[in-house]
């Protein structure tokens, strides 16, 4: 069974940082793609972040390009969110979702529970 | 980038009748591999979404076959054939066939009446 648990959310202040966790089972991790989706506080779903399988190839939404950085460790199967720069736009419950390739391009299938993450002073 | 259209925002439905939603896109959403990355996508209240549809027709495993996806080139629908309470929710479409970024719909809330 696929399974994917984020962590690491909480409040921080605008400004700080955060680095966002999801844990990945249940499938070989290193053979599919992985993303970052959020959704804000009564919103929609926006996509973050994505990188291929090897780690080799990381993508980015432009409003958060130089201030996140995507990254994933193979052989524990986590992947990372590090979120540098905050602001309260940033406000969201932040899912990680499977993409269904190695590359990206395609769909995601799988998400996990999401973990939230309030940018406030 | 691609945006993704969908209609109507709101849809109240009665249990036991059909519903249907439509998402459009700006561009055809065929990719180079010739296929058409567009999916649905349920989200309940205080969960995380989880895939009904993808590419544009097919049933996940465990989808009822109430569901189903149709569609081509920039114009898709999911249809529901008979509503339960347990449809109840957000529908997002998505495609994933021009990226960065992969896009959504703005969602679709359906209600029971």
């Known amino acids: 069974e696929v399974q994917l648990l984020e962590s690491g959310g909480r409040l921080v202040q605008p400004g700080g940082s955060l680095r966002l966790s999801c844990a990945a089972s249940g499938f070989t991790f290193s053979s599919h793609a992985m993303n970052w989706v959020r959704q804000a506080p009564g919103k929609g779903l926006e996509w973050v972040s994505g990188?291929?399988?090897?780690?080799?190839?990381?993508y980015y939404a432009d409003p958060v390009k130089g201030r996140f950085t995507i990254s994933r460790d193979n052989s524990k199967n986590i992947l990372y969110l590090q979120m540098s720069s905050l602001r309260a736009e940033d406000t969201a419950v932040y899912y990680c979702?499977?993409?269904?390739?190695?590359?990206?391009?395609?769909?995601?299938?799988?998400w996990g529970q999401g973990t939230l993450v309030t940018v406030s002073s | 980038d691609v945006v993704m259209t969908q209609s109507p925002r709101s849809l109240p439905v009665t249990l036991g009748q059909p519903a249907s939603i439509s998402c459009r896109s700006s561009q055809s959403l065929v990719y180079i591999d010739g296929n058409t990355y567009l999916g649905w996508f349920h989200q309940r209240p205080g969960q995380s979404p989880r895939r009904l549809i993808y590419q544009v027709s097919n049933r996940d495993s465990g989808v009822p076959d109430r569901f189903s996806g149709s569609g081509s080139d920039t114009d898709f629908t999911l249809k529901i054939s008979r509503v339960e309470a347990e449809d109840a929710g957000v529908y997002y479409c998505m495609q994933g066939s021009h990226w960065p970024p992969y896009t959504f719909g703005q969602g679709t809330k359906l209600e029971i009446k």
């Open positions: 979702a499977r993409g269904i390739y190695f590359i990206m391009g395609g769909m995601v299938d799988f």
């Open positions: 990188i291929i399988g090897s780690g080799g190839s990381t």
